[in-house]
């Protein structure tokens, strides 16, 4: 897909996101239209994955899984769904709830424990290696999750073994359920920090579509390392009262939010 | 004679020259699992993770879910409380086939403390969905499971001792099957239900009590879960007292899933859960604690002829 097209789809998406939050009544806002370019690129651009099953496909796997409602949006555009399927989410005996679940075809992993997502990654990452596939796998990470003890621990275990097959990307968005990162729990200096866990680290703009397409493009970054991008977002991207703004990590619009979001991201 | 450790060690090389699927994965616990064979004979079929039990079970799922045979060891103590979440998520909820295995578990580790002690592993594992517990008693019972464990495709958590443990024979239970109690020895007048290490002294409080002219049998529960509700429902239609042995707490292990069960069931036989009371547990030995605690031949007597008085 074209530098263009993938654009028309972050566009598509963004307002999908908003739709299926706004009917549910419930959604982790900010953190969907954060990653929302990410996933754009990774499903249209990077990830080779011909049906959900097919053992031979790229994994991802979303450990930042309360942003799931982005991933439903991306998933039922790559044909997995009806998009109309979502239309339950939440509701009394929907597959669709708040976190990613394997029922959901093209979903790897049951996440939303934080910290879970890049050790499974990591193991898949060594299992491919055994093989001697040339699969890659992939993880989205959420700041506030970094500070998670268990990432750190797949972070020296994926170095040591060497797994450039594995990309982690950080989505960086400085917000998270109570405030700013660096009043919560400090990140910084966190590029620093990765690299001396013996990755490979690019830091990136998690909105512009193509320079992700370029990062994701010269993966690995380096041979024998595990790459790592930390992909700068803005949380609540695409609607100006929802940007920067901690409370909308899970708002949900009111009718006239809705109305505004939908006439921004037109 | 044999340590189940040591059982589980030799079955696991068998498997893994038959199948290279087959992956130890550890936690800087290979000497402590009886694996450093197994690394020098299989390399490529072991990986070593550090010390970082939440990784430990995190990569095993990345793994399970990529076709291999992923058996996860560290002793049980930190395995099943360290991990805990990871169990959970990443090996139940998902669904993902991990082996995860609990070496040194109960008070195997004795002197060194509640540290490294694992009385808890039932009573957190029972009330997760998609997990089997399997606690064998003796070197026939871990083969079976640890074989069990490399054929099927579901989780399961398997935990032992490392202690040398008697044959307790297969003359009336021949088979081992996951979910189904075996009988090791036959009574009449009462059922001692026990579990991995604690069924080798039952054996013996039924020699003292034969001397009494008591008859008492003996069931190795080897599976605490799914729980062998057949064999419960036929103990409680015949009314004997039961006591039930596990090296594990009082609370929420072998003997309240029996008793929650047969009372359900409306069986209101004499009953009593012997395991490790609501306290710091006394120092010493495996043997010294089993006893302090009355988890010995005589401990069982007594509190069999205690049941039976009353």
Not at chain 1, 21 to 47: F, M, P, W
Not at chain 1, 48 to 61: A, E, G, L, Q, V
Not at chain 2, 211 to 238: C, F, N, R, W, Y
């Amino acid at each position: 897909m074209n530098i263009e097209a993938l654009k028309a789809k972050s566009k598509q998406y963004r307002k999908q996101i908003i739709e299926v939050i706004y009917q549910a009544k419930a959604g982790h806002t900010g953190g969907c239209l954060s990653i929302i370019d990410l996933l754009n690129v990774l499903y249209n651009h990077v990830l080779r994955i011909s049906t959900p099953t097919d053992p031979m496909r790229d994994r991802f796997i979303q450990s930042k899984g309360h942003a799931v409602e982005a991933l439903y949006v991306v998933l039922a555009d790559q044909g997995f769904f009806p998009f109309d399927d979502l239309k339950s989410m939440g509701k009394y005996q929907s597959p669709y709830i708040g976190h990613p679940t394997k029922k959901i075809p093209g979903m790897e992993q049951n996440t939303g424990g934080l910290g879970h997502g890049l050790s499974i990654c990591a193991g898949n990452a060594l299992a491919a290696k055994k093989d001697q596939s040339d699969l890659k796998v992939f993880t989205i990470l959420g700041d506030g999750e970094m500070a998670e003890g268990s990432n750190w621990e797949a972070m020296m275990f994926a170095a040591h073994y060497q797994l450039d097959n594995l990309c982690a990307i950080l989505d960086y968005n400085k917000l998270q359920i109570s405030g700013p990162n660096a009043k919560v729990m400090g990140l910084e200096p966190i590029k620093q920090k990765i690299e001396s866990f013996g990755w490979s680290v690019k830091e990136v703009d998690g909105h512009d579509i193509e320079e992700l397409v370029e990062s994701f493009d010269a993966l690995p970054f380096e041979s024998g390392k595990p790459s790592f991008i930390i992909a700068h977002t803005v949380k609540g991207k695409g609607v100006s009262y929802m940007e920067n703004v901690a409370k909308w990590h899970h708002g949900v619009p009111d009718p006239a939010q809705f109305e505004q979001a939908l006439a921004e991201l037109a | 004679m044999k340590a189940n450790l040591e059982v589980f060690s030799e079955t696991l090389q068998a498997l893994a020259a038959q199948d290279r699927q087959v992956i130890a994965v550890t936690s800087d616990s290979r000497g402590s699992g009886k694996l450093v064979p197994f690394g020098e004979k299989f390399p490529d079929q072991i990986v070593e993770i550090g010390i970082a039990e939440q990784n430990l079970v995190g990569v095993a799922a990345g793994l399970a879910a990529m076709g291999k045979k992923a058996f996860a060891v560290s002793p049980a103590c930190f395995l099943t409380a360290r991990s805990l979440e990871q169990i959970k998520n990443d090996v139940a909820y998902s669904d993902n086939p991990v082996r995860l295995i609990g070496i040194s578990a109960g008070v195997s580790y004795g002197a060194l403390g509640s540290t490294h002690h694992s009385l808890h592993d039932f009573a957190a594992l029972r009330a997760i969905h998609n997990l089997p517990i399997v606690v064998p008693a003796d070197a026939f019972e871990t083969e079976q499971a640890i074989r069990y464990a490399s054929a099927t495709d579901k989780p399961i958590y398997i935990r032992f001792g490392k202690k040398n443990m008697p044959d307790l024979g297969q003359s009336l239970s021949p088979n081992f099957e996951i979910g189904k109690g075996r009988i090791i020895r036959a009574g009449a007048d009462l059922s001692l239900i026990a579990t991995g290490e604690t069924v080798w002294p039952c054996v013996q409080a039924v020699e003292l009590l034969a001397e009494q002219g008591i008859s008492a049998q003996v069931i190795s529960m080897h599976t605490i879960k799914p729980l062998d509700t057949d064999l419960l429902a036929s103990l409680g239609a015949a009314g004997k007292p039961i006591i039930t042995v596990e090296e594990h707490s009082v609370h929420g292990g072998l003997g309240e899933a029996v008793g929650s069960y047969l009372f359900q069931q409306g069986f209101f036989v004499p009953f009593q859960i012997m395991g490790f009371p609501d306290e710091y547990t006394v120092t010493g030995s495996q043997t010294e604690i089993f006893d302090h605690y009355g988890l010995s031949g005589a401990g069982i007597q007594g509190v069999a002829l205690n049941l039976l008085n009353r």
